[in-house]
T-cell receptor
Framework: GAVVSQHPSRVICKSGTSVKIECRSLDFQATTMFWYRQFPKQSLMLMATSNEGSKATYEQGVEKDKFLINHASLTLSTLTVTSAHPEDSSFYIC????????????FGPGTRLTVL | DQQVKQNSPSLSVQEGRISILNCDYTNSMFDYFLWYKKYPAEGPTFLISISSIKDKNEDGRFTVFLNKSAKHLSLHIVPSQPGDSAVYFCAARGNAGNMLTFGGGTRLMVKP
């Protein structure tokens, strides 16, 4: 199956700093990537849809100025958590959609963000 | 409003027996359904899917059944193995885009 990577896998930062998470599709081009957030023992909550070459579409309740998404190429999307606070601590997961008749989304391994 | 629901947060099954995980949805515009398996601190792994034009799809030990009239789908794992122990999410996709809506997940524990 298709491979999606995320970097870093784990990050610990001080409150007020910004953190960038990268999501890469390794063996396919992804016109659409998705960013999810998962709190402990809860489901995956879609944060935003990232389309290559255009602005991301954010879900209701997600602050676009807080969670900056850039999808500059067909294999890379980045999520920047700006001025992170302890309540931003969570597990962030990206997925990539190959399109072209493929119906599945392929998920990255996730990034554990802890804000002190 | 939760459009995709997995009403059983956990399920415990003996090794070798059948595991049945259930999922209900409310949006009749969903046209494609997927099951993902997730281990702690890892991303979900695609397991099996089914289009709304079918009522069954089988892949090895995994079978997904879709009952459109009841807006219900289920994942059958037989025989269950200890390595199947994980959280299983069902997801649904609408015909207007590629976005997935996930259920809350069911934690499956297969006892040796």
């Amino acid at each position: 199956g298709a491979v999606v990577s995320q970097h870093p896998s784990r990050v610990i930062c001080k409150s007020g700093t910004s953190v960038k998470i990268e999501c890469r599709s390794l063996d396919f081009q992804a016109t659409t990537m998705f960013w999810y957030r998962q709190f402990p023992k809860q489901s995956l909550m879609l944060m935003a849809t990232s389309n290559e070459g255009s602005k991301a579409t954010y879900e209701q309740g997600v602050e676009k100025d807080k969670f900056l998404i850039n999808h500059a190429s067909l294999t890379l999307s980045t999520l920047t958590v700006t001025s992170a606070h302890p309540e931003d601590s969570s597990f962030y997961i990206c997925s990539a959609f190959p399109g072209q008749g493929n119906n599945e989304q392929f998920f990255g391994p996730g990034t554990r963000l802890t804000v002190l | 409003d939760q459009q995709v629901k997995q009403n059983s947060p956990s399920l415990s099954v003996q090794e070798g027996r059948i595991s049945i995980l259930n999922c209900d949805y409310t949006n009749s515009m969903f046209d494609y359904f997927l099951w993902y398996k997730k281990y702690p601190a890892e991303g979900p792994t695609f397991l099996i899917s089914i289009s709304s034009i079918k009522d069954k799809n089988e892949d090895g030990r995994f079978t997904v059944f879709l009952n459109k009239s009841a807006k219900h789908l289920s994942l059958h794992i037989v025989p269950s193995q200890p390595g199947d122990s994980a959280v299983y999410f069902c997801a649904a996709r609408g015909n207007a885009g590629n976005m997935l809506t996930f259920g809350g997940g069911t934690r499956l524990m297969v006892k040796p």
